[in-house]
């Protein structure tokens, strides 16, 4: 038995038939081919799935899809302004090296908006805190907390 | 993942219905957090999802005279509210480090205690700090204090026809101080070795010594001083989160303080008792014998922790002691 789910995705008003079970990152991945958020662990500990909901973000492999109604998710497909520009935390991230496979990325990215949207001028402890739920396995972190600081102007 | 049916009532009363129309084939699920992960791991598999998400009114935190906290209030609105930070600091202390922030803007506490994992992060703070549960059914409502709630390691006394509807915390007594550390390998996204909650209530709020609890002073020095301007402890509660098969309270320690002048020998003894209580297990995160050790050591800490909190006015800055 399938539901429709009708929600605003970085910006526009989209309507989908899903079955129930399904979760967030199955719809957006799957149904949407929107690919840039990953799947890691699948259980919500590495946060390579992390997307925007109403500005907050989520574990969207945990996340029952049928809670997006009516509300706005924005995935990292939505950073970029209308002429394909990347976000300037996407363009720090390029400059610091703060990205080598790229998987963690969009997360990463994500949360990081979240924290500055929230913080414009965090500590580098408040930067570790609020991206703590973001796994990266091949930088060290240095180099995306240095990309962050960045972009708040330190 | 199984498939399942996923349904949002708009009301406690539809959602009940639903839970008797479906009995054992319904789950409930708030923020998911667990209850998804459970059904990816194929520890449970219901053929119904009941959300409480479409329910308006159980995401509110309300403070007058006690604190009512709706079952549907997720960890991130706790650890922001400065109310709660303020007169309640164990429950901030416990919310700001359960898992990441994702899993905080999205994981509720009515989810934290209903799913009773005994490192469940709330549940040492809550009762510490004396809650009580509303649980509601088609046939009635009851309330719960906390420390009654836990029965098994993921066993509650909640009933399949029942929901958590509220969350109460007495208004505690003038000079309080609450505190919560979580014991764990990792700074974020980590279960808990051992969680220690501790609440105290002081017989004053000043002291001439407190700038001693600012300063790098031996804790016996600051303990010394303490019992010298004769500080008494009016009320305390000690619980203790993987330490036996629920979050358990340690009433004897609690009971060799309660009323007494506080003093150094005295948190000892307190600490040691509470190490005693416990009945920690071996597991994988740790072993009976470092869990017993470190009650003995965290529970002094706790203490130590919730006098500064009574005793230093607020607006001090100073660097924050390990103790």
């Given amino acids: 038995m399938k539901q429709t789910i009708n929600f605003i995705l970085n910006g526009e008003t989209v309507s989908v038939e899903i079955e129930p079970h399904l979760t967030l990152l199955q719809v957006l991945r799957d149904k949407l081919e929107l690919t840039g958020t990953k799947e890691g662990c699948g259980m919500g500990e590495c946060g390579a ?66 924290l500055l949207d929230e913080n414009k001028n965090p500590t580098e402890e408040e930067i570790r805190h609020g991206i703590a739920g ?8 240095l180099q995306i907390i240095q990309a962050i600081k960045e972009v708040s102007g330190q | 993942m199984k498939r399942f049916h996923y349904l949002k009532p708009h009301s406690i009363d539809e959602a009940l219905a639903l839970l008797n129309q479906y009995g054992n084939r319904a789950g409930l699920i708030a923020g998911g957090t667990d209850v998804i992960v459970m059904i990816k791991q194929k520890k449970m598999a219901p053929e119904v999802l009941i959300s409480l998400q479409g329910i308006p009114g159980l995401d509110q935190i309300e403070f007058n005279g006690g604190l009512r906290i709706g079952p549907m209030v997720t960890h991130r609105a706790i650890e922001k509210s400065e109310m709660i930070r303020k007169q309640f600091p164990a429950l901030t202390d416990a919310a700001d480090v359960l898992g990441s922030v994702q899993i905080r803007n999205v994981a509720t506490i009515g989810g934290n205690i209903v799913t009773a994992a005994p490192s469940a992060d709330t549940a040492a ?35 399949k026809d029942e929901i958590l509807t509220e969350i109460l915390i007495p208004h505690p007594l003038p000079n309080t101080g609450s505190a919560y550390w979580k014991h764990q390998r990792r700074g974020a996204l980590d279960l808990p070795i051992l969680g220690v909650a501790v609440l105290l209530s002081l017989d004053k709020a000043t002291v001439a010594c407190s700038d001693l609890l600012c300063t790098a ?5 600051v303990l010394h001083s303490l019992e010298g301007e004769e500080v008494v402890c009016k009320e305390v509660r000690i619980a203790l989160g993987v330490a036996a098969p629920t979050p358990m309270r340690a009433t004897k320690a609690e009971n060799l303080l309660r009323g007494k002048k506080i003093s150094d020998e005295l948190l000892d003894e307190v600490a040691e ?16 014998w470092y869990r017993r050790d470190m009650i003995r050591v965290l529970v002094k800490r706790m203490a130590m922790r919730c006098i500064e909190r009574v005793l230093v006015p607020e607006e001090t800055v100073f660097p924050v002691r390990l103790w």
């Avoid at chain 1, 973001?134 to 972190?141: A, F, I, K, P, S």
């Avoid at chain 2, 420390?147 to 066993?155: A, L, R």
Wanted: with cysteine; hydrophobic share 35%.
């Fill in chain 1, 49 to 114: 799935c992390t997307v925007l909901v109403d500005g907050k973000t989520i574990n969207s492999c945990i996340f029952p899809a049928l809670e997006v109604e009516e509300k706005s998710v924005t995935t990292i497909e939505g950073l970029t302004d209308a002429q394909g520009n990347l976000h300037p935390i996407q363009k720090a991230f390029v400059e610091h090296g703060a990205i080598q496979c790229g998987f963690c990325t969009p997360g990463m990215v994500l949360s990081a908006k979240a």
């Fill in chain 1, 134 to 141: 973001n796994l990266c396995r091949c930088t060290g972190y």
């Fill in chain 2, 125 to 159: 703070p809550l009762l510490a700090l004396g809650a009580q549960v509303k649980l509601k059914s088609a046939k009635g409502k009851r309330t719960i204090p906390t420390e009654q709630f836990f029965t098994g390691p993921g066993e509650t006394v909640l009933q």
């Fill in chain 2, 217 to 221: 002073s031996p804790i016996s020095t």
């Fill in chain 2, 273 to 288: 008792a509470a190490a005693k209580e416990a009945q920690p297990r071996d597991s994988i995160r740790g072993e009976a």
